[in-house]
């Protein structure tokens, strides 16, 4: 572990206000988060398993149902409300959100997720007894159902489904399992609910931006009542008057008269009076007099609380801090229960791997829930269940100080951001910058300690170094010569949704709660890049804003191949020679075809403002034989971004440039302060030399700063949030040109051992990002460069804030 001396303590603290780690802050008791948001959940707690989706109370509240949909290990449990205790588990192979109690209690119904099956289990003594299927098709991929919300009737004679993958509503006898009826929806559906007669079920389209209501006598859809962006859970009064409607992509609750099927006000769940998506309203509960209504925002973690004693003017009681991405809430009694997806702090975790149990999808032993000690990324968050008395005015006045508290977005940092006077990077938008020239590349999932951390001027641990400087020295270079930064970190977990992170500041609910199914080898559609218009943010991507903003631009292989854009906005804006993701074309070709590009471009004076390049072989193809070993293709990466740097610093258009480099995400690799720690780089005449910064930075940050200089406005409350990397910047330029430093290692080196972890290789898939299972591939890479039987230390998540993180370092 690195050594700290007192001196180095003493410049840091001069830092403290930027510079602090992840993790829990003493003088206030919030944890800081590697976004840089704060959590301090309120009421009382208990562990739950891997993203918990969905929470469903009995008809008489003395049951809460919870159904697990992450990446590792799902299951479904069952908790005493009153006593605040899980009375029983049952692991589940799929699931996904859809969640059902039968009006007599006796049983709960959930979805078997790609399986394409309800699960019917009975309840008894307190417990989950047997389970039956019923079964809406064969499992994927033969078909594509995936049940979502899931409805049933008094009587338990009807169940209603609605579908994520082929958009459809199944009307089930569930005594007889059988398929009653089919019924095609307009878009791809999430939640659905009976009205208190039962005569109309009601439908949210969560790509479709509307509710559908379905007669359930004449078993047909008759309207279709339009609401906000991405609506998904849905709520009715007692009565059936007035239908909740939650809508993620818009911050806002519709609310709708179902006696006209009108949207008759829409209420906006934000913080600040902002457009900005962010918020991610995503859970709905009424208290016991339907008086008050409780709003999850899953991305600001909080409940946004209203007065709705008067439909058509609710008017806004305050916020209610609670923990990491909440999903779900309900309201029993005067006790308010909320599920955070991702639960209440981000942790460092020292145990490592466990042994490997083939019962498992993801390779690796599971024990409780609540004790899992898998070390993915991927499922390494472990969701809990708050229980929140029902706060009384001066309580709620106190929460909601808390939550702006822990919140760093505001709606003046949309106009004006952090920064200094004379610095290039302007704080508002119109406001100019000497820098001209935008070159943005996107790598592929390294963790800083595996790359820096033989950096001695860098909070690392060499120990955990893969790739230091003899496979990286371009890398190294940069972060010597140029800005060492050791407190960046990725705002995604894995690539599903990094590459959306990186190009939107923000993750849309679709994309946040479907990647861990097909992350955990579930099935599920997984065309996060750009294929498929549900997973956009409301406003697009950042070529959508330079677009509407008339700022130039040009993609290299990032949402598209070849040519070929994935989204509407690219189209014409793609480089034809600059390939996607192919771990069997080297990171040279993307750097030759870049500068024969660019060349062109800078004849025709024509180079964009705004340039984005994939150089993504530092993914590794791991131990398979044949391939690149993982060594030759992470030095493959650091030779093309040298010589990237090294054409564009010789260029006329140096004096005006600057170069942003990053990965999509950090996912499981070793790193001993946080796993979303990840290697950063910024160069070029106007970036301060010799220069180590501690500020905390993240991808949100890299997004704010590129904006202000080109003019561009914050896409989501995140890159409005974050800081912005000023003090990298210097108003005395330096034009020197930088010279790539040729590789240490031949990088043609193949894998040619016969061994576990070839053998392992052989079984993983590298057509695409992250299809190979990650946990596994790390560990592959991690023995390929410290030995067969080498053991590979667990990623660790979060540290102290700094001063006593260097104590902790002095004293090891």
């Known amino acids: 572990m690195k050594k700290y001396t007192a001196l180095t303590i003493f410049l840091l603290a001069c830092n403290i206000v930027y510079a602090q780690w992840p993790g829990k802050i003493e003088s206030t008791k919030q944890i800081l988060l590697p976004n840089g948001w704060k959590l301090s959940p309120s009421g009382r707690s208990i562990a739950l398993g891997d993203l918990p989706l969905n929470m469903q109370a009995s008809s008489s509240g003395k049951f809460i149902a919870v159904t697990n949909n992450g990446q590792s290990t799902q299951s479904l449990q069952l908790v005493d409300a009153k006593t605040e205790k899980i009375l029983d588990e049952k692991k589940l192979s799929k699931s996904w959100y859809g969640l059902a109690f039968s009006k007599d209690e006796k049983h709960i119904y959930v979805s078997g997720g790609n399986d394409n099956t309800i699960l019917n289990f009975s309840i008894r003594d307190h417990k ?134 009108k949207v008759i006000e829409t209420i906006a769940t934000t913080l600040y009076a902002t457009q900005l998506t962010g918020s991610t309203t995503n859970g709905l509960a009424l208290s016991s007099n339907e008086k008050t209504l409780y709003i999850a925002n899953a991305d600001n973690n909080c409940l946004a609380v209203f ?116 610095n290039p990077i302007p704080r508002k938008q119109g406001e100019k910058s000497p820098i001209k020239h935008v070159f943005y590349i996107i790598k592929e999932n390294r963790t800083y300690d595996q790359v820096l951390g033989d950096m001695p001027k860098g909070n690392g641990d060499s120990s955990l170094t893969l790739f230091g400087k003899r496979i ?43 990647w861990p199914t097909s992350y955990g080898a579930r099935g599920g559609s997984t065309t996060f890049e750009g294929g498929r218009p549900l997973t956009y943010p409301k406003d697009g991507f950042i070529w959508d804003y330079c677009k509407r903003t008339g700022v130039s631009y040009r993609s ?55 340039n984005t390049l994939r150089i993504s072989n530092d993914h590794t193809s791991g131990q398979k034989k044949g391939k690149v070993s993982p060594q030759s293709a992470v030095a493959d990466n650091d030779l093309a971004v040298g010589r990237i740097l090294e054409h564009l610093s010789h260029s006329p258009v140096w004096k005006e440039s600057v170069v942003f480099i990053l990965e999509d995400d950090a996912q499981n690799g070793p790193d001993h302060v946080d796993a979303h720690r990840s290697p950063a780089f910024v160069i070029g005449p106007y970036v301060k030399r010799n220069t180590a910064v501690h500020t905390m930075y993240s991808t949100s940050g890299f997004l704010r700063t590129m904006e202000l200089i080109l003019g ?61 299972p990650d946990l596994d591939l790390n560990e592959v890479i991690w023995k390929s460069v410290k030995g067969e039987n080498a053991i590979m230390p667990a990623p660790k998540r979060s540290a102290f804030v700094i001063l006593e993180k260097k104590k902790k370092d002095d004293d090891d």
């Open 128 to 261: 989950l007894a047997e389970s039956d299927t019923i079964k809406l098709g064969d499992a994927w991929p033969k078909n594509k159902i995936s049940p979502a919300g899931i409805s049933v009737n008094k009587a338990n004679t009807l169940l209603f489904t609605v579908t994520k993958e082929d958009s459809s509503l199944y009307i089930i006898d569930p005594s007889l399992k059988k398929i009653k009826k089919k019924i095609q929806l307009p878009a791809v559906a999430y939640s659905c609910v009976l009205s208190p007669d039962e005569s109309k079920l009601y439908v949210s389209l969560w790509g479709g931006r509307a509710v559908v209501v379905v007669d359930t006598q004449e078993e047909k859809m008759t309207n279709s009542i339009p609401v906000g962006d991405h609506p998904n859970e849905l709520l009715l009064n007692k009565k059936g008057s007035y239908l909740f409607v939650a809508n993620a992509n818009d911050n806002s609750v519709s609310v709708i008269n179902t006696a006209s099927n």
């Open 307 to 422: 007065d709705v004693s008067k439909p058509g003017t609710s008017q806004s009681q305050g916020f209610i801090p609670v923990g990491w991405y909440p999903t779900s809430v309900k309201v029993i009694g005067s006790k308010i229960l909320v599920t955070n997806g991702k639960g209440n702090t981000s942790m460092a975790n020292p145990e490592g791997p466990q042994p490997i149990s083939k019962s498992d999808n993801s390779g690796y032993q599971m024990g409780s829930t609540a004790n899992n000690k898998l070390q993915y990324i991927a499922g390494l968050f472990k969701g809990s269940l708050s229980f929140i008395d029902a706060p009384k005015p001066e309580e709620l006045k106190s929460y909601t100080k808390q939550v702006y508290a822990n919140t760093p977005f505001t709606d003046a940092k949309t106009i004006t951001a952090e920064g200094e006077t004379g």
């Open 472 to 514: 990286t020295p371009n890398q190294h270079a940069f972060a010597e010569n140029y800005v060492l930064l050791d407190n960046f970190y990725v705002d995604a977990e894995v690539s599903a949704d990094g590459h959306n992170w990186s190009m939107a500041a923000y993750a849309t609910d679709v994309v946040e709660k479907t």
């Open 556 to 610: 290299y292989g990032e949402f598209g191949d070849y040519g070929k854009a994935n989204i509407k906005s690219l189209e014409g804006h793609m480089c034809p020679n600059s390939p996607g993701f192919d771990m069997d074309i080297t990171d040279q070709v993307r750097a030759d075809a870049w500068i024969h590009d660019f060349d062109s471009l800078l004849v025709a004076n024509a180079v964009p403002q705004f």
């Open 712 to 772: 561009l406005p914050p896409m989501s409350q995140y890159d409005a949030a974050a800081i912005p990397l000023f003090e990298c910047f210097t108003s005395k330029p330096d034009f020197t040109p930088y010279v790539a430093v040729k590789p240490l290692i031949n990088l043609d080196n193949r894998n040619v051992a016969v061994n576990e972890s070839s053998k392992r290789s052989e079984l993983f898939n590298f057509a695409k990002e992250d299809s190979a």
